[in-house]
C-alpha cells in the first residue's frame, strides 16, 4: 500500500471511530483514532505494539499510559483518558459531549485569541488541549501543567471555561449569541476581547481600546468576576488614575450595559443573558480563598459560587454544573454493529 492510499485509509479509519463503538475497534482503528481525531501521532509506535483493539483501550489506567505507552505529558495522559471516559458513556447511547467537537487547534488558536490571551498558543499546543481538558483545568493545573502564574491570567481562563460550561461547550450556541450582539451592547458575558475592545472604540475610548490586547479581558469577566470594577478596568486600559472624567464616563457606560440585559430578559424571543454585574441585582461571587470558582481537579465540573441566570434556567448560589451534555446529533449517538477490521 503506497503512502497515499495508507494515508486515505487511515482517515477513513478515523471517520467510523466517530460512529463506532469503541470496543468494537480493532488496532487500526486505534492508531487511526490516536493519530487523526486525538491528534497525537508521537504515540502511535507504542500504541500499535501495546494495545490492539478498542476494548484493550477502554481497560487502560494512568499507569498503563505513563509506563505503557511511555506517555509522560500529564495532560496528555489526562485528554487520552477523558476522552475514553466520554466514548464509554457514548456506549450507552448518551452520544459524544459537545466537547469533543473542540480539538487543540480550535481552543490554543480561535479560543484563546477570543479569550484575549493568544500568548499561551504555544504552551496549549504543546500539552494539546482539547474541549475536554478544558474542562477539567483548575487553578493549580494552569500554573503548574501550562505555566500561567499571572493570577489575573488564570482567573480569566477559568471564567472563560465557566461560560462554555453555561453553554454546554456547544460552540454553535455561543457563537449564535455573540453574532446577535456583534452591533448591539447587550448579553456582554458573551463578548470576546476582540467585541470588548470594539465597544470601548464606541464608547469615545479608542486610544485606550489596545491597551487590552494580550490582557484577557473578555465579556465573562466582565459580567461574573465581581472584583473587576470600573477602577480594576480602567487600570487595564491604561486611563491614568487623575483623569477623573475619564473613569466616570468608564462608569456610566457600564451602568448603560445593563439597560438591554433587563430588556432583553423581558422578550421571548431576545437573545438571554447568562448573567449581569450591573443590573440592580447583581451576581455575588462569593471567593474560597482568593479564586472566584472552586475547581475540582477530579472531577468535570465546576463548583460555581455565585448565583446566575441564563437559557441553562436557574442556579442556587451553590450550584454545580454537572457532566456536560450530551448532543442528540451528536456522533456516537447510534453505533454500528459492524466492527472496524484492522488494516
Known sequence: MSDGEEHLDRLQQ???TRTTCMSLWRAGAVQAWMEVVMGMPMYIQACSENVKSGKV????????????LSIGNPIHRRKIRLAIEDYRRAEGEQGLSKASEMDHHWVSTSWLSDVGLPQYCQTFQTHLVDGRVLNSLSRRDLEKFLNISDYFHQTSILLAIQLLQMLGFDKEALQTRRTKCENQNWDPIVWTCHRVMK????IDLEEFSDNLQGKGIHGAVIALDQSFDTEAFAKALGIPSNKHMLQRHLFEEIKLLSVPFRNAERSADASPVAGSRFADERVSIRRLGKSPLKLRANSHSVERVLGLHSSCGSFPREARVQAIPRAKGSPVHTFKSVEITNV
Open 14 to 16: 478515523a471517520e467510523l
Open 57 to 68: 483501550l477502554l481497560g487502560l489506567t494512568d499507569e498503563d499510559l505513563e509506563l505503557g
Open 199 to 202: 465597544w470601548i472604540r464606541d
